[in-house]
């Protein structure tokens, strides 16, 4: 039964931990989440900050796969404007064979922080995107031979010598932060599944463009998709958004009111230089800002249902729910948020609730009769 609900992990930590028990503690969340029926559960790359530990999520992904049943993994994702496009389809194939079946290749062009660090400008790396994507699909899924040069790689005649785990070609998501309408129409353009995060991080800094809501990132990639011939399906676009559910609202918002705060102003503000506070908004309610905006759902689990929902139909509908897990509380919190989410929000979201309830109805109604 699907569930209709993953994880996504940068993953972020706080500094001043010991950060070999952070990684740790990322594997064992995704057992939890296997364990809890979730579908999925995303790795980030991050390379600067601080508080992104995970340069390489495909060795998170290998090892999260011998200890998962179910849950499928996904890289979240692979920044192709920083890695020569054969090894990026190398390891995917591998990871499709460790995961056997359960892994999905999520794509991008890298985020701005370690995109200074390497050299490139956003010009650069949405170029770099376009240029890899379709390379990167050939050899993942395709039969045929690529010769290609670029001015920061070359394939002559290459070609995986593993073949894919099973017929079934791999998934490719294309993600979007809604700062751009590049990734969106890639997505339409190849036909693949979108990942579109809510409201980006940090709208506020200076130079920033404006936020393209996720109707209208939609929108985009299906008309790229009708420009080129390709069939979009809503059950693959993911939203991925911070999402915390206590026993009551006030418990859910006290619990991670001063993690958010730590995450906000010391990594975003601080570690990233960018301002994150609306004109008006008091540092204070900070949270509650972000929540009305529709940058998270924090609240009890009538709350976060309604939440989804109208979600749901702002969007038009979209397949799956990411939550994206940052360290806003203590583990133990964190996995009772986890398990509240999965044992009675998931089910009155996808419809598993209603069974058990017919049954309920008609033996009270038969009795009637």
């Given at each position: 039964?699907?569930?209709?609900?993953?994880?996504?992990?940068?993953?972020?930590?706080?500094?001043?931990?010991?950060?070999?028990?952070?990684?740790q503690r990322n594997l064992d969340l995704v057992e939890h989440a296997d364990r809890l029926n979730f579908d999925e559960a995303w790795f980030g790359e991050h390379h600067t900050l601080g508080w992104g530990l995970v340069g390489a999520p495909e060795t998170l992904i290998a090892a999260a796969s011998q200890r998962t049943r179910q849950i499928r993994l996904a890289h979240g994702v692979v920044p192709l404007s920083g890695h020569h496009p054969f090894h990026v389809a190398?390891?995917?194939?591998?990871l499709d064979h460790l995961t056997r079946g359960r892994y999905i290749l999520?794509?991008?062009?890298?985020?701005?922080f370690d995109a200074t660090m390497f050299g490139l400008n956003g010009g650069v790396q949405r170029k770099r995107l376009d240029e890899a994507l379709p390379t990167v699909l050939e050899l993942v899924n395709g039969e045929s031979r690529v010769t290609q040069k670029t001015d920061w790689y070359e394939l002559n005649d290459a070609k995986l010598q593993l073949p894919r785990f099973g017929p079934r070609p791999i998934e490719v998501a294309m993600a979007t932060s809604g700062t751009s309408v590049t990734s969106p129409r890639l997505a339409g353009r190849y036909g693949l599944s979108m990942t579109s995060f809510a409201l980006p991080f940090a709208l506020l800094t200076p130079g920033?463009?404006?936020?393209?809501?996720?109707?209208?990132q939609w929108k985009h990639a299906e008309e790229a998709?009708?420009?080129?011939?390709?069939?979009?399906?809503?059950?693959?676009?993911?939203?991925?958004?911070?999402?915390h559910v206590g026993e009551t609202?006030?418990?859910?918002?006290?619990?991670?009111?001063?993690?958010?705060?730590?995450?906000?102003?010391?990594?975003?503000?601080?570690?990233?230089?960018?301002?994150?506070?609306?004109?008006?908004?008091?540092?204070?309610?900070?949270?509650?800002?972000?929540?009305e905006a529709g940058g998270a759902l924090v609240g009890s689990v009538d709350e976060v249902v309604s939440g989804i929902r109208r979600m749901q139909e702002a969007t038009g509908g979209f397949g799956t729910l990411l939550v994206y897990v940052?360290?806003?509380?203590?583990?133990e919190r964190t996995d009772r948020s986890l398990e509240l989410l999965a044992r009675y929000v998931a089910p009155r979201v996808n419809g598993a609730v209603a069974r058990p309830q017919e049954a309920v109805d008609w033996a009270i109604a038969s009795r009637a009769r």
């Open positions: 039964m699907h569930s209709r609900i993953g994880i996504f992990l940068s993953p972020v930590h706080e500094t001043g931990q010991d950060p070999h028990l952070a990684i190398s390891r995917a194939v591998h999520g794509v991008g062009p890298g985020v701005p920033a463009p404006d936020h393209i809501g996720l109707a209208q998709a009708e420009e080129h011939g390709q069939v979009l399906d809503r059950n693959n676009w993911r939203v991925a958004l911070p999402v609202s006030k418990q859910a918002f006290d619990e991670v009111r001063e993690g958010y705060d730590r995450w906000l102003f010391e990594y975003f503000a601080k570690a990233g230089g960018r301002d994150v506070l609306s004109p008006g908004t008091p540092r204070e309610k900070a949270l509650e800002a972000r929540v940052a360290d806003w509380t203590s583990s």
